[in-house]
Structure formats: structure tokens, C-alpha cells
């Protein structure tokens, strides 16, 4: 008999809901808000009611709020009118829009000002990504490809020979490219701001792309047209011992490169508990990655040149240099597919490693106040950036159980008995309903954290920063009701 009527009473409080200024002016504004929107001042806050409320960042625990009708009725009082408040409002617009004239003319002749003096204002940080990881091996490949690009322009000169032209074209695009590899990986590490707030990362990804299509259409393009021409016209060469001399060199210096960007790319992928070849065809790291294949191919390119070279010194016929052109420039031009292809699947977004995507959700799953998870993603954004998304279905009664463990129960108590109307009853219920929303945002701000907690654990000691968007699948507000007063109020009524 009392059940009924307790659904009698919650219907009838539920029928006079009308969501309007009632509840809206409940909202709560924070100070910074409160100031810009309002045009108030900090001391006029000070008068007004203030209210902690749980923090959304993890280095704060609670910060001020304050309620949004008190704000209304203080901005009345300072300016007099809706109408002067608005007036005030435009006027501070349009000197915002001076403002920021004044300082984008300000910075256009800041910049102009270091161009003709030179800035010398320190870049630590920036620099810094130049003396190790990927940033070395980069510096290192454009020195040496700097030098092997000059001697065999040189060698070419001196022999006329299509391969050797091949292979200078070759060095010329892998030192161009490394350049712009070097760009990425400076803007890569640059501090978020406004306009791009998850800041760089892919600039990585993107000058790998660019550097691909360029070694398609500088190394293979030239590679063929020269070799081509060498075909038709075949010409004869002049003596090969100062290219051979220089191809040695080169092989030698190409080779060292290449064992820095293969130890590098061990080193990473041991710290990711990847296997080389998966992290390498990944393109886990674009950077290094550019410079192995780069090298790689260069090493390749250097047998093909002298060998097709030394059957022309034997043989005295011109079209094996020709083809060993062809073969430098197919060569560059299954290395540019390949970085195409891998870097716009990266910036297309890559889910994680299933098994670290496994160990996550068990731990959501895993979780007593968790009853179910759906649509997990797991996305890599680059240089150790994941994103992760998960929408939850908590478990309205663990939570409760967790919001009632910190409660007065006498209090709690003796609130239930003053309730004497159902307009009182719905005082209590949205008093409570509230905490408990907060008690659930303490709950997925907990997970948030064991979620990090995990994740870098299981990839030891790689520097990663890991970012959530967990998407809360709040069916519980029912079940918070029913069991506050089921478990509270069904006894008095």
C-alpha cells in the first residue's frame, strides 16, 4: 500500500516540471565568465554567494562558482538596465576587435623587425629535438647525403654517365627532403595555442607525405626522363675511376646512416613492445622512418648505378648505364608509394594495438561501478598521443552506494521526516540527484586516471601522454531515485 502511493507522490512531482527560468537560474558561472560576459569586476563578486564544486582538471580539486541569477541581478545593479548592460557589452567588443588590429599590426612589424636584425631570442626546446631520437638521425642524414649530393654532381660532370645523374638527382632529393623532415620535426614540438589546440604532432606525418611525393616526382621522375633520353641517345663516357671512387664513398657514408636509423628504430620499437618490421610498416615514427627507406633505397641505388656502370666500362655499351637510370628511378618510386601510403593512413587516425586496446576495456569492464562499455576507439594521434573513447553505462546503484558511504545517515534521516509535501519531496530529491551527478563525475575522473595508469605501465618507459573523451551513457537517474527512496523514504511514508 505504500509503494503505490510513493509512485503516486513521484508522478505528481515529476507532472510539474517546466524547465524554465526556475531552474535555469540555478546554473552555475565561474568568475572568469561571470566578469567578461556581465562586465563586472572582481570586487563586485565578492558579495555575492560563493560555491566549491569538483574540479574537471586533475591538478585541482575544487574551484569557485557562482550561481547565474546572483550574477544577472549584480550586473542590474552595476549598470541599471538590460539596455546599458548591452550597450556596455558592444562597446567593449568593438574595442576587443582595436585590440586585437592593434596587436596583429603590432606582430607583423615585430616579425619584420627580427627578419632585418635577426631573432635571437633562445629556442631550447625546439632545438633540442636535433641532438637526439629522431631529430638525429635526421641532422645526421643531411650532412651526409649534403656531401654525397655535391661529389657526385661532380662525378657526373666529369663522366657524363646517366646513372651517376641518377644517383646525384637521388642524394640532391634525399637531402631536400631531410630538410623538410627537419621543419616537421621543429613544428611538430611547438606549444599548442588557440587555433590549434591539440597542438603539431602530425606536422610529422605531414612533411613525411610531402618528402614522398617529392622523392616520386624529383628522384624517380629526373631518374627516368634522364634514362630515357640515354636510351634514345646513348653517349659515349669518359673514364669511371673517379666515380667508382665516389659510389664507394658514398655506399660507405649511405651505409652509416642507415645502421643510425636502424638502431634508432629498434630502440623506439623495443620501448612500444613492438616488433621492428610492424612498428617500420606502421610508421610509428615517420621521421626515422623516411631516412631508412631513403637509405635503404640510397644503398640500393649505389649497387644498381655501379653495376650497371661497370657493365658499360666492360662492354662499352652505354644503354646498361641507361637502364641502371630506370632501375634508380623504379626504385624511388616504389619508396615514395610506400611513404604515401603509410603516412595517409596515419593521419587518417590508427586505432592502437589491439592487445593494448584489450587491456584497457578489461579494466573499464572490470570496474564495479561499469555495467557495460560499447563503442570503444582507441586512435593514435602521434609521438606517443593516444586518444581514447568509450561510451559507459554505469551501474546507478554502485554509485548511489558510493555518494550514501559519505553521508550523515541521522541527518539524512531527519531530512526524510520534515518531508510533508510533495513540493518538499522534490527539494530533497533534486538536492540529492545533484551530489550524486557529481559523486558519477568523481567516478569517471578515478577511471580517467587508472586508465592512464595502465597504459603507460604496459608501454614502460616511452614518454606518452594519453587523452580521454569518455562518452557517459547516464541511465541511471532513475535508478538514483528509487533507490534513495527505497531505501530511505519508504519506511516514513
Same mark, same amino acid.
Given at each position: 500500500?505504500?509503494?503505490?502511493?510513493?509512485?503516486?507522490?513521484?508522478?505528481?512531482?515529476?507532472?510539474?516540471?517546466?524547465?524554465?527560468?526556475?531552474?535555469?537560474?540555478?546554473?552555475?558561472?565561474?568568475?572568469?565568465?561571470?566578469?567578461?560576459?556581465?562586465?563586472?569586476?572582481?570586487?563586485?563578486?565578492?558579495?555575492?554567494?560563493?560555491?566549491?564544486?569538483?574540479?574537471?582538471?586533475?591538478?585541482?580539486?575544487?574551484?569557485?562558482?557562482?550561481?547565474?541569477?546572483?550574477?544577472?541581478?549584480?550586473?542590474?545593479?552595476?549598470?541599471?538596465?538590460?539596455?546599458?548592460?548591452?550597450?556596455?557589452?558592444?562597446?567593449?567588443?568593438?574595442?576587443?576587435?582595436?585590440?586585437?588590429?592593434?596587436?596583429?599590426?603590432?606582430?607583423?612589424?615585430?616579425?619584420?623587425?627580427?627578419?632585418?636584425?635577426?631573432?635571437?631570442?633562445?629556442?631550447?626546446?625546439?632545438?633540442?629535438?636535433?641532438?637526439?631520437?629522431?631529430?638525429?638521425?635526421?641532422?645526421?642524414?643531411?650532412?651526409?647525403?649534403?656531401?654525397?649530393?655535391?661529389?657526385?654532381?661532380?662525378?657526373?660532370?666529369?663522366?657524363?654517365?646517366?646513372?651517376?645523374?641518377?644517383?646525384?638527382?637521388?642524394?640532391?632529393?634525399?637531402?631536400?627532403?631531410?630538410?623538410?623532415?627537419?621543419?616537421?620535426?621543429?613544428?611538430?614540438?611547438?606549444?599548442?595555442?588557440?587555433?590549434?589546440?591539440?597542438?603539431?604532432?602530425?606536422?610529422?606525418?605531414?612533411?613525411?607525405?610531402?618528402?614522398?611525393?617529392?622523392?616520386?616526382?624529383?628522384?624517380?621522375?629526373?631518374?627516368?626522363?634522364?634514362?630515357?633520353?640515354?636510351?634514345?641517345?646513348?653517349?659515349? &663516357?669518359?673514364?669511371?675511376?673517379?666515380?667508382?671512387?665516389? +659510389?664507394?664513398? #658514398? %655506399?660507405? @657514408?649511405? =651505409?652509416?646512416?642507415? $645502421?643510425?636509423?636502424?638502431?634508432?628504430?629498434?630502440?623506439?620499437?623495443?620501448?612500444?613492445?613492438?616488433?621492428?618490421?610492424?612498428?617500420?610498416?606502421?610508421?610509428?615514427?615517420?621521421?626515422?622512418?623516411?631516412?631508412?627507406?631513403?637509405?635503404?633505397?640510397?644503398?640500393?641505388?649505389?649497387?644498381?648505378?655501379?653495376?650497371? &656502370?661497370?657493365?658499360?666500362?666492360?662492354?662499352?655499351?652505354? +644503354?646498361?648505364? #641507361? %637502364?641502371? @637510370?630506370? =632501375?634508380?628511378?623504379? $626504385?624511388?618510386?616504389?619508396?615514395?608509394?610506400?611513404?604515401?601510403?603509410?603516412?595517409?593512413?596515419?593521419?587518417?587516425?590508427?586505432?592502437?594495438?589491439?592487445?593494448?586496446?584489450?587491456?584497457?576495456?578489461?579494466?573499464?569492464?572490470?570496474?564495479?561501478?561499469?555495467?557495460?562499455?560499447?563503442?570503444?576507439?582507441?586512435?593514435?594521434?602521434?609521438?606517443?598521443?593516444?586518444?581514447?573513447?568509450?561510451?559507459?553505462?554505469?551501474?546507478?546503484?554502485?554509485?548511489?552506494?558510493?555518494?550514501?558511504?559519505?553521508?550523515?545517515?541521522?541527518?539524512?534521516?531527519?531530512?526524510?521526516?520534515?518531508?510533508?509535501?510533495?513540493?518538499?519531496?522534490?527539494?530533497?530529491?533534486?538536492?540529492?540527484?545533484?551530489?550524486?551527478?557529481?559523486?558519477?563525475?568523481?567516478?569517471?575522473?578515478?577511471?580517467?586516471?587508472?586508465?592512464?595508469?595502465?597504459?603507460?605501465?604496459?608501454?614502460?618507459?616511452?614518454?606518452?601522454?594519453?587523452?580521454?573523451?569518455?562518452?557517459?551513457?547516464?541511465?541511471?537517474?532513475?535508478?538514483?531515485?528509487?533507490?534513495?527512496?527505497?531505501?530511505?523514504?519508504?519506511?516514513?511514508?
Amino acid at each position: 500500500s505504500q509503494s503505490p502511493m510513493l509512485n503516486q507522490l513521484i508522478k505528481a512531482v515529476l507532472k510539474k516540471r517546466e524547465y524554465g527560468p526556475k531552474y535555469t537560474q540555478n546554473n552555475f558561472i565561474t568568475g572568469v565568465r561571470a566578469i567578461n560576459e556581465f562586465c563586472l569586476k572582481s570586487s563586485d563578486l565578492e558579495q555575492l554567494r560563493k560555491i566549491r564544486r569538483r574540479s574537471p582538471h586533475e591538478d585541482t580539486e575544487s574551484f569557485t562558482v557562482y550561481l547565474r541569477s546572483d550574477v544577472e541581478a549584480k550586473s542590474l545593479e552595476v549598470w541599471g538596465s538590460p539596455e546599458a548592460l548591452a550597450r556596455e557589452k558592444k562597446l567593449r567588443k568593438e574595442a576587443e576587435i582595436e585590440y586585437r588590429e592593434r596587436l596583429f599590426r603590432n606582430q607583423k612589424i615585430l616579425r619584420e623587425y627580427r627578419d632585418f636584425l635577426g631573432n635571437t631570442k633562445p629556442r631550447s626546446r625546439t632545438t633540442s629535438v636535433f641532438f637526439k631520437g629522431p631529430g638525429k638521425v635526421v641532422m645526421v642524414a643531411i650532412c651526409i647525403n649534403g656531401l654525397n649530393c655535391f661529389f657526385k654532381f661532380l662525378a657526373w660532370i666529369y663522366t657524363g654517365s646517366a646513372s651517376m645523374f641518377s644517383e646525384a638527382i637521388h642524394s640532391l632529393s634525399d637531402t631536400c627532403n631531410q630538410g623538410l623532415l627537419a621543419v616537421g620535426i621543429s613544428k611538430s614540438v611547438q606549444t599548442p595555442d588557440p587555433t590549434h589546440p591539440y597542438g603539431f604532432s602530425n606536422m610529422r606525418y605531414i612533411a613525411s607525405l610531402i618528402s614522398g611525393v617529392g622523392i616520386f616526382m624529383m628522384g624517380a621522375g629526373l631518374s627516368w626522363y634522364h634514362g630515357i633520353m640515354g636510351l634514345l641517345n646513348p653517349q659515349p &663516357m669518359e673514364s669511371l675511376l673517379w666515380a667508382y671512387c665516389i +659510389l664507394a664513398g #658514398s %655506399l660507405a @657514408s649511405e =651505409g652509416a646512416t642507415l $645502421l643510425v636509423a636502424v638502431n634508432e628504430l629498434r630502440r623506439s620499437a623495443r620501448a612500444k613492445g613492438m616488433s621492428f618490421y610492424k612498428y617500420v610498416m606502421e610508421s610509428r615514427d615517420p621521421s626515422t622512418n623516411v631516412i631508412l627507406l631513403e637509405d635503404t633505397a640510397a644503398v640500393l641505388g649505389v649497387t644498381i648505378a655501379a653495376t650497371c &656502370m661497370g657493365l658499360t666500362s666492360i662492354t662499352g655499351n652505354p +644503354l646498361y648505364d #641507361s %637502364l641502371g @637510370s630506370l =632501375g634508380v628511378g623504379t $626504385l624511388l618510386g616504389v619508396v615514395s608509394a610506400f611513404l604515401i601510403y603509410t603516412n595517409t593512413e596515419a593521419l587518417l587516425g590508427r586505432s592502437i594495438q589491439p592487445e593494448q586496446v584489450q587491456r584497457l576495456t578489461e579494466l573499464l569492464e572490470n570496474d564495479p561501478s561499469v555495467r557495460a562499455i560499447h563503442d570503444v576507439k582507441a586512435t593514435d594521434l602521434g609521438l606517443g598521443k593516444v586518444r581514447f573513447k568509450a561510451e559507459v553505462d554505469f551501474d546507478g546503484r554502485v554509485v548511489t552506494r558510493s555518494y550514501l558511504e559519505k553521508q550523515d545517515f541521522d541527518q539524512m534521516l531527519q531530512e526524510i521526516q520534515e518531508v510533508k509535501t510533495p513540493e518538499e519531496l522534490e527539494t530533497f530529491m533534486l538536492k540529492h540527484g545533484e551530489n550524486i551527478i557529481d559523486t558519477l563525475g568523481a567516478e569517471v575522473d578515478r577511471l580517467e586516471k587508472e586508465l592512464k595508469v595502465r597504459y603507460i605501465h604496459n608501454n614502460h618507459n616511452a614518454s606518452c601522454f594519453l587523452e580521454y573523451c569518455v562518452c557517459v551513457t547516464m541511465l541511471i537517474i532513475s535508478q538514483v531515485y528509487v533507490y534513495l527512496l527505497s531505501n530511505l523514504m519508504v519506511h516514513d511514508w
